[in-house]
């Protein structure tokens, strides 16, 4: 059978990973994948280096709709993928996430009548002022075959009115809801291996001694100027009483951003800061290692939020909700949003908590069932 896999931004490509490499040495006989990179993430860094370091096929197909407004780019991918859809005729169109490259290949093939496959389905923040939210909860309704990484995703959709005994044939109409397991996690153990092998970046970095693993994108907290300023208030607050050195990764919005916002006595005290160190953004086998090796993570990021569960790490999560919260209800991470009293208590808080790491995100072989059910029920 011929599918299409939908990517767009950095995360998607590296879930994509999980698939590609099922296909490839499991189903390859079974299943032909067309890749769609729709050019979300366009930058070499947060894109390009991650399909040939995670041996990932080239896109068949690059939209280049880089960056602009959600309704414009939106539009385009829309556009560009209803194309290719009607040109290649696949069986069904794997999406990820909760991207707008997601909500545009949801919407393509569904309104063509090609049956949508939603990896990550059934995570919600129940914030709608989310952008992410709208796309997942819009995509989640245009599916045939839901695929949870949590227990919580699959109670998400029975509330949402999926039926969760739903019998096939199944379709738009009458979808199926599976609690799969995390793509991510699969990809975690098979990379991890990987990174202790050719990551060269902490050899690089020198860091041979204890460090915090921060990152910031979200657009709520880069393009806020209070909710910038506290971040780096917290940051840099944790650094110097604890004397432990901060590795921040950055994000090309957040570059930009602290130029235009961060206050300029904050910014030369993080500029002569021996214990702040500012680094460009890096690949997924180097943030594996920069994640095995921290003692901490605090970040916005979904992705790192679970991997710091993955890796064992205390997080705080810069956000005012999360989509993982079992992590918070087990007590693995804390929910800081921008505060930074809250930010530099919760380090206290979590730095002395004795920690447990439950079996909440499958077995490491969500990415080979996901394959079984697509070939099973939709070929």
Same mark, same amino acid.
């Given at each position: ?12 490509i ?16 079974e ?13 070499a ?23 602009g ?6 539009a ?16 069904a ?6 991207t707008n !490259? ?5 919407l393509?093939? +569904?309104?063509? /009548?090609?049956p949508? @496959? ?5 995570? &919600? ?28 995703g699959?109670?998400?959709l029975k509330?949402?009115g ?9 379709t738009?109409d ?5 609690h799969s ?20 970046l ?23 100027p209070?909710?910038?300023? !506290? ?7 944790i +650094?110097?009483v /604890?004397?432990?050195? @901060?590795v921040?990764?950055?994000h090309? &919005? ?14 030369k005290?993080i ?38 569960f993955f890796?064992?790490k205390?997080?705080?999560i ?13 007590g693995n ?9 809250k ?22 072989k ?8 697509? @070939?099973?029920h939709?070929?």
């Amino acid at each position: 059978m011929k599918i299409i896999s939908i990517l767009g931004a950095r995360p998607q490509i590296i879930k994509a990973a999980a698939l590609s490499r099922a296909i490839r040495n499991q189903y390859s006989d079974e299943i032909s994948e067309i890749i769609v990179h729709t050019g979300q993430h366009y930058d070499a860094n947060m894109s390009e280096v991650f399909f040939k370091e995670l041996n990932i096929p080239s896109a068949h197909y690059n939209l280049n709709v880089g960056s602009g407004n959600h309704g414009e780019q939106t539009a385009k991918m829309l556009e560009g993928i209803e194309a290719i859809i009607l040109k290649e005729k696949p069986e069904a169109v794997i999406v990820y996430g909760d991207t707008n !490259s997601t909500v545009a290949g949801g919407l393509a093939a +569904s309104k063509l /009548h090609i049956p949508v @496959v939603h990896i990550e389905a059934g995570l &919600r923040s129940f914030n709608k002022k989310m952008p992410e939210e709208i796309n997942r909860i819009t995509c989640d309704h245009l599916s045939t075959l839901l695929f949870s990484p949590t227990k919580q995703g699959v109670k998400n959709l029975k509330r949402e009115g999926f039926a969760i005994d739903s019998v096939p044939p199944y379709t738009i109409d009458n979808p199926k809801v599976y609690h799969s397991g995390d793509v991510m996690y699969d990809n975690s153990i098979h990379f991890s291996a990987i990174s202790d092998r050719d990551s060269t970046l902490l050899n690089q970095l020198e860091l041979d001694s204890e460090f915090i693993l921060a990152t910031i994108h979200r657009n709520n907290n880069t393009d806020n100027p209070d909710r910038l300023n !506290s971040i780096f208030e917290a940051l840099l607050d944790i +650094s110097e009483v /604890h004397d432990i050195q @901060v590795v921040l990764p950055l994000h090309p &919005r957040t570059k930009k951003m602290m130029e235009l916002y961060l206050d300029d006595q904050l910014a030369k005290r993080i500029a002569d800061s021996d214990l702040f160190l500012v680094i460009p953004p890096v690949s997924f086998l180097d943030i594996i290692a920069l994640e095995k090796k921290a003692n901490f993570i605090i970040t916005d990021s979904g992705g790192l939020q679970k991997e710091a569960f993955f890796f064992k790490k205390p997080c705080i999560i810069l956000r005012s909700e999360t989509e993982w919260v079992e992590i918070v209800e087990n007590g693995n991470a804390l929910i800081c949003d921008a505060d930074k009293n809250k930010i530099l208590a919760a380090y206290d808080s979590l730095s002395k908590k004795e920690l447990t790491y439950p079996d909440l995100f499958g077995d490491g072989k969500a990415a080979e069932f996901i394959c079984e059910q697509i @070939v099973k029920h939709l070929s």
